[in-house]
């Protein structure tokens, strides 16, 4: 009897180790997402809008697909240095400041580009939208307008943007017609959570067509590293939703 309470003892200290290691909040609670991001530096970030919607979606657990979340900040790589990925926000040390998403140039065009792709693209819509099993709130025609208007400061147009030489004049002649078009469109009944009638209405399927032209006019400005995001078979389909 004395061993086995031994061993039971030796099991509950292990269990306990582990729990505080891996799973106690390390700080208290704070607003904001659930998760956040660990960059290669060591500093930790909030999400974009992409990266909240990729941790709100249900995934099978075999499904390889599923993000990588770290119990611990200062889990490493071979090389010793802190590993990147999400983690909880309650999993990072309290020294550590967690920081806005810095706003690059970089960064809009690469969310103005992926707003062009999920906005001109219907059949990765009626996929995402209308999927019986969507859990992710991005997927939606509401999500979508406001990741584009709201997200990429275009709810007054682009002259400020074009001013400050963010995107030249070439290119927003390239998608003006489909833009304008965009700002103008009003759903079925003026519900913009209806995202089968929207699907269904030919006004936003010439939306649709026009968003396709101006990424054809477009795509020669870019650089490459931008024409290589502006190749929809390499981003959109490869969302899976389960």
Known sequence: MIILAWILGIIAFLFITIYLYHFVPLRGKEEGFKYVCINEDGSVRE???EE??????????TDGARPYIKSRYNSKIIDGKISSGFILRNRVPKK????????????????????LIDLTNLEYQKRTWLHPNNTNPYYSFKEFMSSYFDDLDLIKGYEKHI???????????????????????????????????????????EIIKLGINAKLLLKPLLNRYERGILVESKYALKVTIH
Do not use: C, M
Not at 54 to 61: A, C, I, N, R, S
Not at 179 to 203: C, F, M, Q, R, W
């Open 163 to 205: 001013k400050s030489s963010l995107i030249t004049q070439k290119e927003y002649d390239a998608i003006g017609t489909w833009h304008k078009s965009l700002v103008k469109y009003t759903p079925p009944n003026g519900n913009d959570y209806d995202n089968k009638a929207i699907l269904e209405d030919e006004k936003w399927k």
């Open 47 to 49: 999400l974009t809008r």
């Open 52 to 61: 909240r919607g990729y941790l709100t979606e249900v995934f099978h657990p």
């Open 96 to 115: 550590i400041v967690i920081r806005e998403i810095e706003s690059t140039n970089e960064n809009w065009r690469r969310s103005w580009i992926y707003s």
